[in-house]
């Protein structure tokens, strides 16, 4: 078993590392923001309350109140399992990501333009080292 975790583990770097290295990419889940750790342009994490999580499970399944708690703590676990067991760390920890956001005091559209201000400040902070390597080349 430890055997089919390591090697599931060189896939899935090698995978994301490849698909970062091209650029315009984004990744949701499966441990980007622990694989690419720094080397990411931004490392995004959303959180929201067990109701607000609720409604919009309901809203975009359909399950009722009970069904959607089932599907919500069975996911829940699945996540923190997977890189629990594949990362050795705390999935929530704010250390491994550049901004949090909480959906029940945050709007999209407020993440949204957050996120475009983060990316223009990352694109401003790297763009001199960026032409750098242009120049090289």
Not at 19 to 39: H, P, Q
Not at 51 to 68: D, M, S, V
Not at 72 to 99: A, K, Q, Y
């Amino acid at each position: 078993r430890n055997f089919v975790k390591s090697q599931y583990m060189i896939v899935l770097t090698k995978i994301i590392s490849e698909l970062a290295s091209n650029g315009n990419c984004l990744f949701l889940g499966r441990g980007a923001n622990l694989i690419l750790a720094e080397a990411a342009t931004l490392r995004i994490r959303v959180v929201a309350s067990t109701p607000l999580r609720l409604k919009r499970i309901h809203q975009r399944t359909g399950l009722n109140a009970a069904e959607a708690q089932i599907l919500m703590e069975e996911s829940d676990h699945n996540r923190e399992e997977f890189v629990r067991t594949i990362f050795h760390t705390d999935p929530g920890n704010p250390r491994n990501f550049d901004l949090v956001f909480n959906a029940d005091r945050i709007s999209i559209d407020g993440m949204l333009e957050i996120t475009m201000l983060a990316l223009l400040d990352q694109k401003i902070k790297w763009e001199p080292v960026l032409k750098q390597r242009q120049a090289r080349e």
